[in-house]
Nanobody, 114 residues
Framework: VQLVESGGGLVQPGESLRLSCVAS????????MSWYRQAPGKERELVAG????????DYADSVKGRFTISRDNAKNTVYLQMNTLKSEDTAVYYC????????WGQGTQVTVSS
């Protein structure tokens, strides 16, 4: 089982990033997929989640209207489009799959700084 995130980096406030998470080794289309983040000294928190069929989307209040989660079940990939980034979005972002089991990716660093 693998969840491999990519797309992180260093950007300035107001800019955008798109994270990707490619899954392998499990039945991706059955799994609720989500993005979490963890900033230094803080607990890991849910950012956004998407149901197996893409019909239900969940967002943390802090990212509503700025972030969009989506998935492509044909590509076993979940995305997180992040717009209008703020310094407080700086964190390591993790991909998570949950259904019968729970799987985590290794994380990708997002740094928002001028």
């Amino acid at each position: 089982v693998q969840l491999v995130e990519s797309g992180g980096g260093l950007v300035q406030p107001g800019e955008s990033l798109r994270l990707s998470c490619v899954a392998s080794g499990f039945t991706f289309i059955r799994y609720y997929m989500s993005w979490y983040r963890q900033a230094p000294g803080k607990e890991r928190e849910l950012v956004a989640g998407i149901s197996s069929d893409g019909g239900t989307l969940d967002y943390a209040d802090s990212v509503k209207g700025r972030f969009t989660i989506s998935r492509d079940n044909a590509k076993n990939t979940v995305y997180l489009q992040m717009n209008t980034l703020k310094s407080e979005d700086t964190a390591v972002y993790y991909c998570r799959g949950s259904w019968l089991f729970t799987y985590w990716g290794q994380g990708t660093q997002v740094t928002v700084s001028s």
